[in-house]
């Protein structure tokens, strides 16, 4: 029988319609062996099995496809005629369940065969990976990435010295001296919320922070949460503070807070409001016993996007404003990306005179143009040299701070909606350089 014969197209139209149907697929599979097709028949024979793993027809015709001996079941017996007809049909195999005292074959190697045809088609079934308590977890447990405890600490962020000590006074001390915190009843409950224009270092702070306390590290983003199908994205949530448990002492870093935990109130979406409720329901149990050693950072650029449920007291209750380097801070940035390239004759106090309210990032900017410029001079006059105080003076008069959108969206915020007084310190700060 040709492979391309109706009652061959007539049987693949009718497993395709049926694809759990095992008989029907094993007739398929006997069909395309008589017209000497064995790798079309593996491949349904595969599919087969894995409906009905045990069947007993199933596993035959795998081994003849495979080119296995025949089944003990199918060769001759003791009182059976000394051969068979040439043209008389083999003796059709007999159930797995009969006969009842029936030897099971050793002869065929169920493993090496299934290693041949492990490609032919993809399993039906994933088993999910074991969490630690040992139950079965959808999620995948190995997705999210705790990075060990890092060398930096705050002694390795230049200048913010405000900031330093807000952060001792109110998250770090408490938590390296627990006896002394047993004593003064200080609570750990709650996390902290670094907040301020972008580029100004919140991430890098909260990487030293994990450093302090010798703590693991795990950053999540709102790619690492958010998920199109409904359900999957309260599951990653909670994995991530699983996650976290496991691998205590670690700090959680929620980077752009504003977007996976936006104010509910203006969210239209059901699984981005679900998503802000998951994230409560995790940050309502940071005191517990079994969140122990997990601390919760998180960053936003607009903080006033914020569901308020979060920043309640012992949830996101302590806020921090992360504001544009000061001198010192703007010195050691500079130095760091100018420490390997060819500069000569530079004066850091004046150059970071002339930078007052460059951001980080926009200081890193600064040293890169800076050295495209002494580049592309070196590459018109075919002399190198080397990027000296003109080019950086030059590049910091062109380098408009990025910062400065933020502050006038910022402003209005503060003198408007400072509820509880959440802003005065960045009240202070305008007041300070005369922007409000």
Not at 43 to 62: I, Y
Not at 101 to 116: C, L, N, Y
Not at 245 to 262: K, M, N, S, T
Request: glycine share 8%; charged share 25%.
């Amino acid at each position: 029988m040709s492979e391309d014969s109706p009652l061959i197209r007539s049987l693949r139209t009718a497993v395709e319609a049926a694809p759990g149907d095992v008989p029907l697929r094993l007739h398929l599979a006997e069909l395309l062996l008589d017209a000497e097709q064995p790798d079309a028949a593996v491949a349904e024979v595969a599919v087969a099995l894995q409906h009905a793993p045990g069947d007993g027809q199933a596993r035959t015709l795998m081994a003849r496809a495979m080119g296995a001996p025949a089944p003990a079941e199918t060769q001759e017996q003791p009182h059976a005629p000394a051969a068979a007809p040439a043209s008389a049909p083999a003796p059709a195999p007999a159930p797995a369940s009969e006969p009842a005292g029936q030897e099971p074959r050793t002869d065929f190697d169920w493993s090496a065969a299934a290693d041949q045809v492990g490609d032919v088609i993809p399993p039906r079934f994933v088993e999910a990976p074991l969490t630690a308590d040992g139950s079965g977890d959808p999620g995948d447990a190995a997705a999210f990435d705790v990075h060990a405890p890092g060398a930096m600490r705050l002694a390795d962020v230049g200048g913010m010295q405000e900031v330093k000590e807000r952060l001792e006074a109110a998250f770090l001390a408490p938590m390296r001296n627990p006896d002394l915190r047993k004593l003064y009843g200080k609570s750990l409950r709650g996390g902290l919320l670094l907040y301020g224009p972008p580029g100004c270092g919140k991430t890098f702070i909260a990487r030293a922070i994990a450093g302090e306390l010798g703590a693991g590290f795990l950053s999540v983003s709102v790619n690492d949460v958010l998920d199109m199908w409904i359900g999957n994205s309260e599951r990653n949530m909670h994995e991530i503070f699983q996650t976290a448990r496991r691998q205590a002492p670690c700090v959680v870093f929620l980077d752009e807070l504003d977007a996976l935990g936006a104010k509910r109130s203006r969210t239209q979406h059901s699984g981005l409001r679900n998503t802000v409720n998951q994230l409560l329901t995790e940050l309502d149990g940071i005191d517990s016993a079994a969140n122990e050693g997990v601390f919760v950072l998180a960053a936003t650029n607009v903080p006033w996007d914020v569901d308020i449920a979060l920043r309640r007291p012992g949830r996101l209750d302590r806020t921090l404003l992360v504001l544009p380097p000061d001198a010192p801070a703007r010195e050691a940035i500079l130095r760091y990306h100018l420490r390997e390239r060819p500069v000569e004759n530079v004066d850091l106090g004046r150059l970071v005179k002339a930078t007052d309210g460059l951001s980080g990032a926009d200081l890193a900017h600064l040293c890169e143009a800076a050295a495209e410029t002494a580049l592309l001079d070196s590459v018109r006059t075919g002399t190198v040299r080397m990027i000296g105080m003109k080019d950086l003076l030059q590049a910091a008069k062109q380098t408009v701070p990025s910062t400065e959108p933020w502050f006038a969206a910022a402003r209005n915020v503060a003198m408007y909606a400072n509820e509880g007084g959440m802003y005065d310190e960045l009240i202070t700060y305008l007041k300070k350089k005369r922007k409000l």
